[in-house]
């Protein structure tokens, strides 16, 4: 009987660091791009370095399964399974810091300071994603039009022109077809679509830290779970009927 796989929040790998090493015989807890990607920006290495490090360390003494692909090339591999990224050689500034920082001995004071630049530009580049979005849902708001934010996304159609654009840009190929099975992404697509209507009616802001988030639900299979921290997306995913996806310390998992 093979293990369930866990995806696992990158705050849940600062916070359940015990939970994770006492139960990795029984779940199989996965890495992501959005994790690495997370880990080598976030603020705390400026605020933390030492826990920081000592996050680091503990994935990489533990040995757990990385999926190292951005989530539209993961996306575009279950269609396509046969497609190959150079990961290493298109991240591989990240993979660099990541290896510097499982070293446990204090940070340099020039490399913090590369590292602060390089955290501050890859914020801007995410905010400006949001800042997009936030003015699209103003825009259909005022014009109070029959196709709003939330039915462009909202349509099968339409997220499939959504996804196929990204997975296309990232890929540098035609992207995702008409063929592709959606169920193998229900809960990202599902995510997806109730995230951009929270944003049209106002009810949420978009922000930069959230693509971390939205992203990792990409790599969640149907005979996957994921562990979030945060309660607005296990509030969202509670709310769009796909608990079932769900995975907390308490949770009885069936192994399948």
Not at 6 to 21: A, H, R
Not at 25 to 34: A, G, K, L, V
Not at 92 to 97: E, R, T, V
């Amino acid at each position: 009987m093979s293990k369930r796989n866990i995806i696992v929040d990158t705050g849940v790998w600062y916070s359940e660091k015990k939970f994770i090493f006492n139960n990795k015989n029984r779940y199989n807890f996965i890495i992501t791009f959005p994790n690495l990607d997370e880990l080598s920006k976030t603020e705390r290495i400026k605020k933390e370095p030492g826990i920081h490090q000592k996050a680091l360390k503990h994935l990489a003494d533990n040995d757990f399964q990385i999926i190292y692909n951005p989530p539209f090339v993961h996306i575009y591999q279950l269609q396509f399974p046969s497609f190959y990224y150079d990961f290493k050689k298109r991240y591989s500034l990240s993979l660099q810091i990541l290896d510097y920082l499982t070293d446990e001995s204090e940070i340099d004071p020039e490399v913090l300071l590369e590292l602060e630049n390089y955290i501050s530009s890859r914020e801007r580049d995410l905010q400006s994603v949001s800042d997009y979005f936030n003015e699209l849902a103003v825009t259909y708001s005022i014009q109070k039009q029959s196709h709003g934010l939330s039915k462009y996304f909202g349509l099968t159609e339409e997220v499939f022109s959504f996804i196929q654009f990204y997975t296309s840009h990232d890929t540098k190929t035609e992207g995702i077809t008409q063929e592709f099975k959606w169920e193998q992404i229900e809960l990202f697509q599902s995510v997806l679509k109730e995230y951009f209507r929270r944003i049209e009616s106002k009810a949420w802001t978009s922000t930069a830290n959230d693509w971390y988030d939205v992203f990792l639900f990409a790599y969640v299979d149907p005979y996957s779970m994921v562990w979030m921290k945060e309660n607005k997306w296990v509030e969202l995913i509670n709310n769009i009927g796909l608990s079932k996806y769900l995975f907390s310390p308490d949770t009885e998992v069936i192994q399948r």
